[in-house]
């Protein structure tokens, strides 16, 4: 880059002219790609985050493998998040944190419209491509920058490198709190149903069941978590033709000297499906 005028070579579109100062000065392949990986690291945090919030009940105890039309919507919000992770004009948070931003190739002063932020990221489905883009070009300009006519170059208006540092810490550590307060209650959940199938899975009846073929289903939790709790129950089926084995595990929530799951009792009863029903 020099500091003539704001033209582009139409052969070497590589090469950008500008009346900027000379500070201003294309990111390095490096830095793009550590901002990059930032990028992806919140998105799956945040994807993390909204996939324990909408959780349906007993998700962790499902003993089924997961489909691979599970995962379609979780693979196909970060392709959003990564197509539209630029619309704020300064670049995306990992540019920010490491104080890049996005300027038209024409003219470095000039902040890029959302109609070309958009068009630029459009080519990240093809993401090993595009890396692989970053550092063959010499100012790490990929498909998607000379789709759009853009470049990342370093902002001299960026925020102190410590302030910088003191809000990435803040957001990371904010994720971190969220995700904790949510994953309490599954883990407390996890641990009961492993008390309870570890008490049934050596009971001589179960035992008797599974040497015929018959499995536990699914259970249903009836958890209280409270410091003055009442006795909890997990409850196992096993669905025979015409009738019900139902097994029932009694547990207490012990919070003293650390939180753990007592065993109190097992009961076993014998239903018809009429009266199942």
Known sequence: MTEESSTVDLEHPSAVHSEAPSRLRASSQGKRLFGLLIDLVLIILI????????RQEHWDLKQQARSWLDLTWFYGGALLFLVFRDLSQNGSPGKRMLGMCLRKIENLNERVPKDRLFKRNLSLFILPWEIWEIFRDPYGRRLGDRLAGTVVIDNPDAMRPMRRLLLSNLLFFGFFIIALGLQQPN??????????????????????LKATG???????????????????RVRFRVNQDDEVQIFEVVLALIQEPSA?????????????QEEED
Not at 260 to 272: A, C, I, R, S, V
């Open 47 to 54: 994807l993390n985050t909204l996939d324990s919030l909408f």
């Open 187 to 208: 883990m407390r959940k996890t641990s009961a149903f492993q008390v309870a199938y570890e008490v049934v899975k050596e009971d001589s009846r179960y035992l008797a």
């Open 214 to 232: 018959f499995e536990l289903e699914e259970p249903e939790l009836h958890l209280d978590f409270r410091e003055d709790a009442e006795d909890s």
């Open 260 to 272: 753990h799951w007592e065993f109190k009792g097992l009961k076993f009863q014998t239903l018809k």
